[in-house]
């Protein structure tokens, strides 16, 4: 299975630090997507990246992507109260349906 | 644009009844996909539809089944409902299938059922 599993399940920081999630994953994929939950609400897509693509950027937003070690990191800049959520990261396979990990929970303190 | 809608937002039910809930997805989108969310299990795949045919399936029992009509809103029905079932029920869309369908999920807010 594709599934991903993210690394830390929980991290707490405050306003203004930056936030380092990590996922690694089992099998090739075609792409690797980051999502994010407020509490109890849908999830929000972040990211995609490609699995020719090493590094993408979005706002505050860095992804990376190794295929050979078969993980990628998601970092927050300047993380914000805002940013209080849980992150999920979705790697993508031949049947294209999204398989998520149980997520970082990631809790911002202004 | 509006987005993914799904009904009822909440509700609850006792254990043997059983219940169907509603997606209506991004107009021009013919994927939908359910996922159930729970504590301790986290996000699992149920079933994905594309063109009123189911394209894959996760690993739930039968009780769990779906359907999508000819307008893309799709509907999952739970038969003989166990207290387990109790989860938050998101429905995503998105405009492709398998591979296709490998871009950006659009999540609802999700249908939370209590079963008691």
């Known amino acids: 299975s594709q599934q991903g599993e993210e690394d830390p399940q929980a991290l707490s920081i405050q306003e203004g630090e930056n936030a380092t999630m990590n996922c690694s994953y089992k099998t090739s994929i075609n792409n690797l997507q980051w999502y994010r939950q407020n509490s109890g609400r849908g999830l929000v897509h972040l990211i995609l990246?490609?699995?020719?693509?090493r590094e993408k950027h979005s706002g505050r937003l860095r992804v990376t992507l190794d295929t050979s070690k078969k993980s990628s990191s998601l970092l927050i800049t300047a993380s914000r109260a805002a940013d209080t959520a849980s992150y999920f990261c979705a790697p993508v396979g031949s049947q294209g349906n999204l398989i998520f990990g149980k997520g970082t929970k990631l809790s911002v303190k202004p | 644009k509006a987005g993914v809608t799904q009904t009822p937002r909440y509700l609850i039910k006792t254990r043997g009844q059983q219940v169907t809930l509603s997606c209506s997805p991004i107009?021009?989108?013919?994927?939908v996909s359910w996922y159930q969310q729970t504590p301790g299990q986290g996000l699992q795949f149920l079933f994905e539809y594309f063109s009123e045919t189911q394209r894959n399936k996760g690993n739930f029992p039968g009780r769990f089944s779906g359907r999508q009509f000819s307008n893309s809103r799709s509907e999952m029905n739970v038969s003989t409902l166990e207290l387990g079932d109790s989860a938050l029920y998101l429905c995503?869309?998105?405009?492709?299938?398998?591979?296709?369908?490998?871009?950006?999920?659009?999540f609802g807010e999700g249908s939370r059922l209590t079963v008691l």
């Open positions: 990246i490609r699995s020719n693509e």
């Open positions: 107009s021009g989108h013919r994927s």
């Open positions: 995503a869309s998105s405009l492709g299938q398998g591979l296709l369908m490998a871009g950006e999920l659009f």
